[in-house]
Nanobody
Framework: QVQLVESGGGLVQAGGSLRLSCAASGRIFSINSMGWYRQAPGAQRELVAVITSGGEINYADSVKGRFTISRDNAKKAVYLQMNSLKPEDTAVYYC??????????????WGQGTQVTVSS
């Protein structure tokens, strides 16, 4: 069974930094893209950043220049370095793995979410 396990959320003051990590486990043969989404209270889930297996990256305009996504294909892991955090970055952050080919077939998976809270 494929699982995504996230870590690294927490409480930080505005201007601070956090690093999120997400690792996929299970009998996985390949993963297309991996990324991070976030959902603030009362809002829809939105894309933060995504990286393909080939290294192509896309960021939400609101985080460009502040957040950096990276990926370790060998570890089946994706990371999000978040700098210059703002109160509006407060949300639950979800890891996503798209196009995961495993012994179960080809599916998309989500992590359980990790809370990021930025105080002003």
């Amino acid at each position: 069974q494929v699982q995504l396990v996230e870590s690294g959320g927490g409480l930080v003051q505005a201007g601070g930094s956090l690093r999120l990590s997400c690792a996929a486990s299970g009998r996985i043969f390949s993963i297309n893209s991996m990324g991070w989404y976030r959902q603030a209270p009362g809002a829809q889930r939105e894309l933060v950043a995504v990286i393909t297996s080939g290294g192509e990256i896309n960021y939400a305009d609101s985080v460009k220049g502040r957040f950096t996504i990276s990926r370790d294909n060998a570890k089946k892991a994706v990371y999000l370095q978040m700098n210059s955090l703002k109160p509006e970055d407060t949300a639950v952050y979800y890891c996503n793995a798209d196009g995961v080919v495993s012994t179960a077939g080809k599916y998309d998976y989500w992590g359980q979410g990790t809370q990021v809270t930025v105080s002003s």
